[in-house]
Every structure is written in structure tokens, then in C-alpha cells.
């Protein structure tokens, strides 16, 4: 055809078409006007506040972070990683009673320096913390100090020492966390000084009590209990449901109950505490189980029953955002019952875990800034508790699927027999998988052993794309590895196992 005779592009069709093609796909939102000082604030500089201020600012927008406190917020500061650094130090002080099972010869009695334990704790805390405040800088996010509270759903006034600050913002992301729970058990009153210690106080713990009662058996509870148990602190944990860890599967509370009070741990399950009372020697602890009761004392009562979202004085109400008792009330995209503010992780309380918060946060900053609808997605959370040996779940429980209808099938596989438990001298626990039988769609995975922390990460992809006992089946797993006890239970659903 001769460029004289070629038809004119229809433009109005094209734009039709372009129009129907983009109808759907997230559009950027406009940056914030000159009237307000951020397009997104972040109230909380935890592992949600700080991950959703930095991809905020990925996706272009201008953040400001207020912290009260801290950068890194509870998990950096108190939870997660000081944690973690006494632990490291527990196992190695455990392994190094041991080395001459390994044929390893150490002269003299193996000691540990509980200043110096603190003193790497410490430092690792603060190098993250400084690590925060590095990524803040680099991705051009203003950090702001204070308490925040809100005076309308568009301005918050930042109060630190007495000096006030009101910043304007286009939208803001709510990520305070949680605070600690205090039980109403008569006589439970006083601080670390005293010797009532919360979790804060453990990560911090001035000294090594001799004798230490823990109330809770929960992830918190089972976790410093191993550690101080590990030092050679004379440790109780009381729980007043039937065993430890009773929010994941069964047999992981009873395997880690065998385990820990084989480690020495005291354990008092289906057990309430009545009372405290102070005395001479430290605290008198009255222990309820049944009809039986029991006495103990003990230098340090440490309260490990829970967190609760952390939204006082901050005037969330009195600017329409609703609150349910247990938290923030958010949909599944993150977004409040005000249109501009979303609320992340613990202060929802939907999951108290620090990667849900990261998780969620991501979300809330792609739907406030690049006008997506994303919603969160729950099937694949990972748990994970740094106990020795290690707990690591995710999925439905057994006991989960049952009551949802499924008809269930399950394999488990104990780590004793591979060689690389043996060679490496981890051979307690197993893997359990549970799945429903008219498809084989993997439906939750749950271990208790060394390293399952990091080997839980399979289990959460195959959960997150529906794969089948089959698919799994059909994956090489590297030999020797502790892996391999996740392919044989894989098998084991089908009882068909070979090192079973």
C-alpha cells in the first residue's frame, strides 16, 4: 500500500484500549504537596517501621521515621538479636563441655565470663542499631526522636524532652509493636531491682541468678529458660496449658518438654502461679497444678506470658481509627478505618513476629505509594524458637487441619539415623509433615532439631505454591545434610521412607 493510501491510526481506539489495558494495573500516587512536610510517616523504627520507610522511599516517596526510642525497635534492641547472642553463647558453652566427645582435648575446666557474654550481646545490638540508622541516611529517610501522637489523620505532634515538633504527612504507617504483659498474680509487683525481671530485663540481666522461676512456657519463656539453664542457673518454667510451646503442634511441646527437662530444666505444666511472696532469700512462689500445691524460692521471677499492642496516648480513637481489644483493626491490605493511615505488625496483633512485620510493612508502603490493592497472605508464616535443640514450624498443625475438615495424612522422620546428625553429634528431634490425601497439597511442616530455623525456609515455599508430597518427593535433597529427614518424611506420608 502507497503511503497515500494509508489509513489513518484510529486514535480514539487506541486510547481505549490503552485505558482498558491499565484499568486495573496500580497506579503511582502523586507525591506529597507542598503543605505537607512527607508522603509517608512512620510511627516505629522496629523490623516493620524501619523495612516499610525504606521501601517507601524506593518507590520514590519523601519518609520520615519517628522512633521514641530506639532504631531496630524490640527485636533489635530486646528481643530477636540480644536474645540470639546469649543464646550463641549458651551452645557454645554446652558444645565446649563436650569437645572430648569429638576427640578434641581441652585442659582444665571449661568456664564462661557472664561480663563478657553481656559485653558481645551488647555489641552486636548496637552495631545493628547503627546499621538501621546507615540504611535510614542512605535511602534519604529523615529520622525524628520523640513520642508521637496524633491531632488530626493528616499531623502528629513529636514530643521529646520536653520539645514539641508537628509534622504533616500525606499518610502515615502505624508500627509501634508491643509492650510487655503483666499478669494480676497477687504479689507480683516490683522491678529488676527487686528481682522481677520481664524479658527486657533478661537480655540485659545484670547478673546470673542462681535460682530463676519463669512464668510462661511460650517462645519467650522456653528460650531464656534454656539459656540460663545452660549457665547453670537453677531454672523453672511454670505453664498453665498441659505442655510448653502449646500454640504449635503437639508433638513438638512434648519432644521439647523431654528435651529440656533432660537438659535440667524444671518443668511445671498444666500448673498455675497463686501467688509471690518476698522474701530473705528472694521470692516465694506459690504453684498451683490439680489440686496439689507447691512452694518454691528462687532469686528472680521472670514474666514471659506475652506482649500486647502498644497504642496508649497516642489519640487514635479521637481521629477515627478503630481498635479492637487486642490491636490496631486493619484490612488485608494494611489500610486502618482511616483511608491515609496503615498500621504493621505487632500493634495489629494479628502475628507478633518480627518478619511478619517487615512482611506487612512492605505491603503497606506499595499500596499507599504506588496505589496497589495487595493483601497479605498468612498460609506460609514460619515460627521459630532458638531453644537447643531448635523448633521450627509452619503451616497447620495436625490438630489445625482436622478441625478445618481435611482428611489427614502424616509422615515424621527422627534425625537420629542420617549420618550428618551423627558425624555432627545432632541427632535429637524430627520432621513431621502434614498434608491432606486427596491431592497430597503439603498443608504445614514442623521440626525440632539443629538448624531447623534455617531448613524451615523449604517447607514456607512449598506451602506458598501449593506444592504436593509428590513434588516434594521428586526433590534431590543433597546427602549428607539434615535435610534429608524432610524428604523421608515427605515420604513417610505414604509410608514409604527408606531409612524408616
Not at 114 to 125: H, L, M, Q, T
Amino acid at each position: 500500500m502507497s503511503s497515500s493510501t494509508k489509513q489513518k491510526p484510529n486514535i480514539t481506539g487506541l486510547i481505549a484500549d490503552i485505558n482498558a489495558i491499565t484499568a486495573d494495573t496500580p497506579q503511582e500516587q502523586p507525591m506529597a504537596q507542598e503543605n505537607f512536610d512527607a508522603d509517608v510517616v512512620v510511627i516505629g523504627a522496629g523490623p516493620g517501621g524501619y523495612v516499610a520507610a525504606i521501601r517507601a522511599a524506593q518507590f520514590g516517596a519523601k519518609v520520615i521515621v519517628v522512633e521514641k526510642q530506639y532504631l531496630g525497635g524490640t527485636c533489635l534492641n530486646w528481643g530477636c538479636i540480644p536474645s540470639k547472642a546469649m543464646i550463641a553463647s549458651a551452645e557454645n558453652f554446652q558444645h565446649a563441655q563436650h569437645l572430648a566427645d569429638y576427640g578434641i582435648n581441652v585442659e582444665g575446666k571449661v568456664t564462661f565470663d557472664f561480663e563478657k557474654i553481656s559485653a558481645r550481646r551488647d555489641k552486636i545490638v548496637t552495631t545493628l542499631r547503627g546499621g538501621v540508622g546507615m540504611l535510614l541516611k542512605k535511602n534519604k529517610i529523615e529520622h525524628v526522636e520523640g513520642f508521637a501522637k496524633f491531632t488530626n489523620k493528616n499531623t502528629i505532634e513529636v514530643e521529646k524532652d520536653g520539645q514539641k515538633r508537628s509534622i504533616k504527612a500525606k499518610n502515615f504507617i502505624l508500627a509501634m509493636g508491643s509492650t510487655i504483659i503483666v499478669p494480676p498474680i497477687p504479689g507480683l509487683k516490683g522491678g529488676r531491682d527487686e528481682g522481677i525481671w520481664t524479658s527486657d530485663d533478661a537480655v540485659t540481666a545484670p547478673f546470673q541468678p542462681n535460682k530463676m522461676l519463669i512464668i510462661g512456657g511460650g517462645v519467650i519463656g522456653v528460650e531464656f529458660g534454656y539459656v540460663f539453664n545452660a549457665l547453670g542457673t537453677e531454672v523453672h518454667v511454670v505453664e498453665m496449658l498441659p505442655r510448653v510451646i502449646p500454640m504449635m503442634d503437639e508433638e513438638l511441646g512434648t519432644e521439647l518438654g523431654k528435651l529440656m527437662s533432660k537438659q535440667g530444666v524444671k518443668l511445671h505444666t498444666g500448673t498455675a502461679v497463686e501467688k509471690l511472696e518476698k522474701v530473705k532469700d528472694g521470692w516465694k512462689v506459690t504453684m498451683k497444678s490439680g489440686g496439689n500445691t507447691e512452694e518454691v524460692t528462687v532469686d528472680v521471677v521472670l514474666v514471659a506470658v506475652g506482649r500486647r499492642a502498644f497504642t496508649d496516648e497516642m489519640n487514635l480513637e479521637k481521629i477515627g481509627v478503630k481498635l479492637q481489644r487486642s490491636g490496631v483493626e486493619v484490612n488485608g491490605q494494611m489500610q486502618t478505618s482511616v483511608d491515609n493511615i496503615y498500621a504493621i505488625g505487632d500493634v495489629t496483633q494479628r502475628i507478633q513476629l518480627a518478619h511478619v512485620a517487615s512482611y506487612e510493612g512492605t505491603i503497606a508502603a506499595e499500596n499507599i505509594v504506588k496505589g496497589s490493592k495487595r493483601e497479605a497472605d498468612y498460609r506460609a508464616v514460619p515460627n521459630c524458637i532458638y531453644t537447643g535443640p531448635e523448633v521450627a514450624s509452619v503451616g497447620m498443625t495436625e490438630g489445625e487441619a482436622k478441625e478445618k475438615g481435611y482428611d489427614v495424612m502424616t509422615g515424621k522422620f527422627a534425625f537420629r539415623p542420617l549420618g550428618k546428625a551423627m558425624a555432627a553429634g545432632t541427632q535429637d528431634g524430627f520432621v513431621k509433615v502434614v498434608a491432606e490425601k486427596k491431592y497430597g497439597e503439603v498443608l504445614g511442616v514442623h521440626m525440632i532439631g539443629a538448624h531447623v530455623t534455617d531448613m524451615i525456609a523449604q517447607a514456607v515455599v512449598a506451602i506458598k505454591l501449593e506444592a504436593t508430597v509428590d513434588v516434594m518427593v521428586d526433590t534431590i535433597h543433597a546427602h549428607p545434610t539434615m535435610s534429608e529427614a524432610m524428604l523421608e518424611a515427605y515420604e513417610d506420608t505414604h509410608g514409604m521412607a527408606i531409612h524408616k
